[in-house]
Nanobody
Framework: VQLQASGGGLVQAGGSLRLSCAAS????????MGWFRQAPGKEREFVAH????????YYADSVKGRFSISRDNAKNTVYLQMNSLKPEDTAVYYC?????????????????????WGQGTLVTVSS
């Protein structure tokens, strides 16, 4: 599985960006897809994930109510809509894929629970 993230850039605080992650492979629709981010000098942290069907989503508290994850299985793409951006959202954003069975209500916040990673896209929020 190859993942290609895009959509990052420079935005003012309060603005919006939409990240995309295009995946290769015919089994994309069976993966749990997630977004993580890593700010300079900090560890990679969980942002959001979405079940294979799109029917179940989970967010970090720091982005809940501002970010929205979605997917289009016909296009092998997962999205992260980011609204009301804050300077503390500045980071490299990575998309990731998790294989295996998804159990309703499960949450995966540890990066080691994801098996494939994209190259990252930089989001910079100016104050």
């Amino acid at each position: 599985v190859q993942l290609q993230a895009s959509g990052g850039g420079l935005v003012q605080a309060g603005g919006s960006l939409r990240l995309s992650c295009a995946a290769s492979g015919r089994t994309f629709s069976s993966y749990v897809m997630g977004w993580f981010r890593q700010a300079p000098g900090k560890e990679r942290e969980f942002v959001a994930h979405i079940s294979w069907s799109g029917g179940s989503t989970y967010y970090a508290d720091s982005v809940k109510g501002r970010f929205s994850i979605s997917r289009d299985n016909a296009k092998n793409t997962v999205y992260l809509q980011m609204n009301s951006l804050k300077p503390e959202d500045t980071a490299v954003y990575y998309c990731a894929a998790r294989t295996g069975t998804y159990y309703s209500g499960s949450t995966y916040q540890n990066q080691y629970e994801f098996h494939y990673w994209g190259q990252g896209t930089l989001v910079t929020v100016s104050s």
